[in-house]
Structures are given as structure tokens and as C-alpha cells.
């Protein structure tokens, strides 16, 4: 039955899937390209000095792309469920609801997973070949709350679709939205290493608060 749901959810968010991943490649490129005819206007040691003393990574255009795809992600799984109530039939499965409800919830958060990965992994390979292997580590410590970013815009968005009742969803959006906000606060380089902790709580935290809107789905609450 849960592989069942993966799959159902998988036909249902693969054509967004792909398109999140061609602009995320085309992004990720066009960062290292710019990178690159710096490196050759500037100078390796020119360039180097200027990221090391102004701190400037040359990232920042990455900074709301998780964001964003976390939210579509979340609207294209959650709108089509609550619009036509499609919900239900996922709620009268032979199998406890939070099992399903957490098995959709999953699927998501792997291809979200993927995505942030990938864009994690081209950046420090591609990187190290014209960079330091601290330069490197700063650019991905950088990048670290923006990815957590998205997987909390991603659960907010979804605690909020799921909620049955409009005045609770604005509600919800105005607790949610200042969590997500405290990973964009700024861009400066690493400077969220002392806030990881918290980050990822709230990561736990919020991912439980679609179960929530499910019950009271599930109560009746229109």
C-alpha cells in the first residue's frame, strides 16, 4: 500500500520535479560560469582575496530557488487533494491516515531532498576545481540554511493547504511564515553554523503540523 502511495504521488509531481530540475541545473551553471569569467577578468589571486575579504561568495542568486520550489512542490501535491476533497479517498485507505499522510509527506521531502543535493554536490565539484577547500566548505555553510529553507516553506505551505478552515490558515500563515523567514534573514557567509540546531527542530516540528490540519480534516472542520 505505501509503495503504492510513492508512486501516486510520484506520477502526480514528476513533471514539476523535472522542470525544478532543469532550473536549478540552468541556475547552478550559470553561477559557476559567472565564477569562472571572474576568475579570468580578475585573477585566481584577485578573485580569492575578494571572497576571502569582502566576503563575497558569488551564490546569492541561489538564495530564494529552495524556497520557491518548496512551496510549488507542496501546492502541486496538497491544491488538487483539497480542491475536489480528493483527500478523503486517501483517508479511508485500509491503513492508519498518518501512515499515508507521512508516506505523501516523504515522497516530497525526497525529491526536495534530491534537488538540494544535487545543486550541494555540482557547486563543491565543480568549485574545488578553481577554489580552495575552504572557500568550498564556506560556500556550502552558506547555502545550508537556504536549502532548510525550502523543507520549511515546503511543510508550512503544506500545514496550511491541508488546514479545513480559512481563518485557521491565516492563522497558520502568519505562525509559519516569520520560521521560514529566519533563513533568510541574511547572506552573509556562514553565519547560521551557530543556529543549525534550531534550524533542524524546527524542521521536525513543522512537519508534524500537517497531521494536525489532517485531524482536524478528519473531525469534520469545514
Known amino acids: 500500500m505505501l509503495r503504492a502511495i510513492f508512486y ?10 523535472c522542470l525544478a530540475l532543469v532550473v536549478h541545473i540552468g541556475l547552478i551553471a550559470y553561477l559557476l560560469l559567472a565564477l569562472r569569467s571572474t576568475l579570468l577578468a ?9 571572497m576571502i ?5 558569488m551564490v546569492n542568486a541561489l ?5 520557491i520550489t518548496g512551496v510549488c512542490i507542496a501546492l502541486c501535491q496538497w491544491l488538487p487533494e483539497m480542491q475536489v476533497k480528493r483527500i ?6 485500509p491503513i492508519d491516515y498518518t501512515m499515508s499522510i507521512g508516506a505523501m509527506l516523504f515522497c516530497s521531502l525526497i525529491c526536495l531532498c534530491g534537488l538540494f543535493a544535487l545543486d550541494a554536490a555540482v557547486l563543491a565539484i565543480v568549485e574545488q576545481i578553481w577554489l580552495p577547500r575552504e572557500l568550498v566548505w ?3 555553510l552558506t547555502c545550508l540554511p537556504w536549502f532548510i529553507g ?5 511543510s508550512v505551505t503544506s500545514w ?3 488546514e479545513p478552515q480559512w481563518k485557521i490558515r491565516c492563522v497558520d500563515f502568519l505562525i509559519g511564515a516569520p520560521i521560514v523567514a529566519l533563513c533568510f534573514l541574511t547572506a552573509q557567509p556562514a553565519c547560521y553554523i551557530s543556529m543549525w540546531p534550531w534550524l533542524v527542530l524546527a524542521i521536525l516540528a513543522t512537519m508534524c503540523l500537517p497531521f494536525y490540519s489532517i485531524y482536524r480534516f478528519k473531525l469534520g472542520k469545514q
Do not use: N
Open 150 to 154: 525550502g523543507l520549511l516553506g515546503y
Open 8 to 17: 501516486k504521488e510520484w506520477l502526480k509531481l514528476r513533471l514539476f520535479w
Open 88 to 93: 478523503r479517498l486517501t483517508l479511508h485507505l
Open 42 to 50: 580578475s585573477g585566481i589571486v584577485e578573485t580569492w582575496a575578494t
Open 53 to 57: 575579504g569582502r566576503d563575497v561568495l
Open 63 to 67: 538564495m530564494y530557488l529552495p524556497l
Open 160 to 162: 496550511c493547504l491541508l
Open 138 to 140: 564556506r560556500t556550502f
